[in-house]
């Protein structure tokens, strides 16, 4: 067995190759060496697939050595390894800096990282990252390629490893760098003179004396030099670090003390900054580091740490984050879901927490409410206020939850909101008492639709990219949300004219109101919008919406439809797989350090899906099935398992994004009957859900996702209205195309009947 190929040189030159399965790699090396010219060492060279960028090594020729395959021949990874190291330790800083940046361009690759990190090159980047000071702009041009080399080489090798190379100097150094003056200054968009011309200084310096790891003749070199003269390629010295200090954090179990112990070394205000920068992976890394700080187990006083970010804008700053962030941007999103799971979990201990009548603060509550609600004309009534149980006020708060919660609720919308509150009981005293809305009852209800509505008993899995605008808009979000929801829960009693035994009625038509408006198409973004949108959905729209239902839920409706939906079913089976047909390209998990991108398409027959990695696409689109050089037979899939569900401290294979999947399968033409998986990241919600119930019609199964359920019901109600139009059985009967021309008046309005 053989493939045909081509060997070139970086300058162009080149030849024809046949590449034969049985001859190892170093063989063919040799070869190319030969016929091409080139002398060194056979281990100081080897083949790069020109497309995807990756060196041919023996574990990966399968994948990169396909039919028609461009390589390139280069310097071997063990070598560039050899040689980086060689530098970084011995060499002067000037000279350091320049190879730094070839350390960058290199660590991107898996094969240079491996090789980088097992001649300790990681040690040497500590080292320098260690004694290197930061006030000096030539210094803060090494720091930032030594911390881009050290997230980039760790990445690869593994994040679990910083636990070997973490100590107490190295955590304070990066510490340094994130509240250094250079580094916020580049958050500003300031930079000093200084620094701009020594970075420019730097710049040609680097590009006229930079190591030239390929064959390449000097008019190229030349212009590449006067290309990059114009360009500030350093990167930005605070993402890294923050990078560096997230991993520390969250995988280390020292990580925690070192940052936080008193003196603390890292401050809220010292992060926040940097959540405002125009560089969105600066901003992501920042509040991965918040986030990992405040979730941290040993991290005692939540609501404190809270309190510090907000003293320090930090809702600013999230309203401003969130402007930028785009649907592509899911890193950032699942980040932004689990702050907001944070914020709002402050309050999940009082809601698991029953009243306690021996707590006096608690009972000052209670006394408040009414002290500030009924005038001294009823001062000694507590059955004006709606308890179940004058007698034991406690009674209404000892369901968890809301517990405990919902008697903040009650004191923060009685002192924030004392006007309204007062209205609401004087007016219910006001009429009969069978027409009476329970503001106490009512108010303990709203608590509770509040907290199954935002979610906050729900355990968090790390992979959430849903996030509701508004819980970052101000300040007590939650009472707030519930100061304006038992004003509507009043409002409604009103509308539905219910009486007390209507009392769970009118629960559901809240749920409902409350359910349309943050699970709408629109994301609310502050109070004032939360109004707006409840007030769109009054009791006569949900009414409305129930009769809809039940003309729907009518018996020869329902006949129709179950005759109707299997095949629309199908229609809507069909069109996912012609989805899957057309292809998609996908990101590789972190755990996969070899490849970045994975293609995949299914045949027109719908039994292969044929794949490939690192595939170079000018429009990053799918490539032809010819070009995908791996193929998994649908009949040896298995299941398709979908990351979202598998719970977080199962993720050891790096399976750590929502819109990720795997395929499990076992290869039936093989001798190894071991279940093996094929992930994916999709780059959308849309082409998660498409694949997903793609590969589901695959394995005999209907498409289910939420977005097959809405192309479902979308069809049928289209279907059912065209068929209770009752014009399409009609012999002859044509829909005009234009609408008709409207007759004449007649000449008179004299009309007779005849009855023959």
């Known amino acids: 067995m053989s493939v045909k190929g081509a060997i070139v040189l970086p300058s162009g030159e080149g030849m024809q190759w046949e590449f034969f399965n049985h001859d190892p790699l170093i063989k063919i090396v040799a070869r190319a060496q030969i016929e091409l010219n080139v002398e060194g060492d056979v281990e100081d060279w080897a083949l790069m697939n020109e497309k995807s960028g990756k060196y041919i090594t023996e574990q990966n020729r399968d994948q990169e050595l396909s039919q028609g395959v461009l390589a390139t021949l280069k310097r071997s990874p063990k070598s560039l390894a050899e040689e980086s190291v060689r530098i970084l330790s011995t060499k002067t800083d000037h000279e350091i800096c320049l190879e730094l940046e070839n350390v960058v361009k290199n660590a991107e690759e898996y094969s240079f990282s491996q090789e980088f990190y097992k001649r300790d090159g990681v040690t040497h980047l500590l080292e320098i990252i260690r004694r290197t000071p930061i006030f000096d702009s030539f210094s803060c041009s090494i720091l930032a390629y030594s911390l881009q080399a050290l997230c980039l080489v760790m990445d690869f090798i593994g994040t679990e490893l910083w636990s070997k190379i973490i100590d107490n100097m190295l955590v304070k150094k990066l510490t340094e760098i994130v509240k250094s003056n250079e580094a916020k200054e580049k958050v500003r968009g300031v930079q000093s003179e200084k620094i701009r011309s020594s970075t420019i200084s730097s710049t040609l310096t680097r590009n006229s004396s930079m190591r030239d790891f390929d064959i390449q003749n000097t008019k190229d070199g030349k212009a590449d030099t006067l290309k990059t003269m114009t360009n500030d390629t350093e990167p930005p010295m605070a993402q890294f670090a923050l990078s560096a200090i997230d991993n520390v954090v969250r995988m280390t179990e020292e990580g925690f003390d070192l940052i936080t112990s008193p003196p603390a070394l890292l401050k809220p205000a010292d992060i926040i900054i940097f959540i405002s920068d125009s560089n969105l992976e600066c901003a992501h890394h920042a509040l991965a580091l918040i986030n990992a700080l405040f979730a941290h187990p040993k991290q005692e006083n939540k609501e404190e740490f809270y309190r510090d970010l907000l003293d320090r804008n930090i809702r600013l700053n999230m309203e401003k984050l969130i402007r930028e962030v785009t649907p592509k941007d899911v890193e950032i999103a699942c980040h932004i879901s689990e702050f907001q799971y944070l914020l709002l979990g402050l309050h999940k201990d009082a809601a698991m927490t029953p009243v306690d009548a021996e707590d006096e603060q608690q ?184 009769l809809k239902s039940l003309e729907k839920d009518s018996q020869p409706i329902i006949q129709l439809r179950g005759k109707l939906e299997p095949e629309l079913q199908k229609l809507v089976n069909r069109q996912r797989l012609t989805v899957l047909e057309a292809g998609a390209v996908f990101n590789a998990p972190k755990s996969n350090k070899k490849h970045r991108t994975l293609f995949c398409r299914l045949s027109s027959n719908h039994r292969t899906l044929h794949y490939g990695y690192d595939i170079n696409s000018a429009d990053n689109t799918c490539p032809p099935i010819d070009e995908l050089p791996e193929k998994l037979n649908v009949n040896d899939i298995e299941g398709v398992l979908l990351w979202k569900d598998v719970k977080k401290q199962n993720k050891s294979k790096g399976w750590d994004s929502p819109l990720g999947f795997s395929i499990e399968y076992s290869q039936s033409t093989t001798m190894d009957a071991t279940t093996k998986t094929l992930d994916f990241m999709a780059q959308t919600v849309e082409e998660f859900e498409y694949w997903t119930d793609g590969l589901d019609v695959l394995r005999g199964k209907d498409a289910n996702n939420e977005k097959a359920k809405q192309h479902l019901s979308m069809l049928l109600e289209m279907e059912i209205k065209i068929r209770q139009l009752d014009i399409l059985d009609i012999e002859g009967f044509h829909l005009p195309d234009h609408t008709p021309a409207i007759p004449p008046i007649p000449d008179n309005f004299d009309f007779h009947y005849n009855f023959n």
Not at 405 to 425: G, Y
Not at 442 to 464: C, H, M, N, P, T
Not at 470 to 491: A, G, H, P, R
């Open 363 to 546: 009972m000052a509550m209670l006394e408040r409410v009414k002290i500030q609600a009924l005038s001294e004309q009823y001062s000694s009534e507590w059955s004006g206020l709606g308890f179940s149980d004058t007698t034991d006020r406690t009674r209404d708060f000892q369901q968890c939850p809301p517990g405990l919660l919902a008697l903040q609720c009650i004191n923060h919308f009685v002192q924030k909101h004392t006007d309204r509150h007062r209205e609401m009981v004087l007016d219910q005293l006001s009429r009969d008492k069978d027409r009476q809305c329970p503001f106490i009852k009512s108010a303990v209800a709203v608590a509770g639709l509040l907290f199954q509505q935002l979610r906050i008993a729900k355990d968090y899995i790390g992979v959430e990219i849903e996030f509701l605008p508004i819980v970052f808009s101000q300040d007590n979000i939650f009472f707030e949300l519930f100061s304006v929801t038992v004003q509507l829960f009043n409002n409604t009693w009103h509308e539905m004219y219910a009486k007390t035994s209507d009392f769970n009625k009118v629960v559901d038509v809240v749920r409902e109101q409350l359910n349309m408006v943050f699970k709408g198409d629109k994301k609310v973004s502050n109070i004032e919008d939360f109004k707006s949108s409840l007030k769109s959905v009054p009791f006569s729209k949900i009414q409305e919406q129930r």
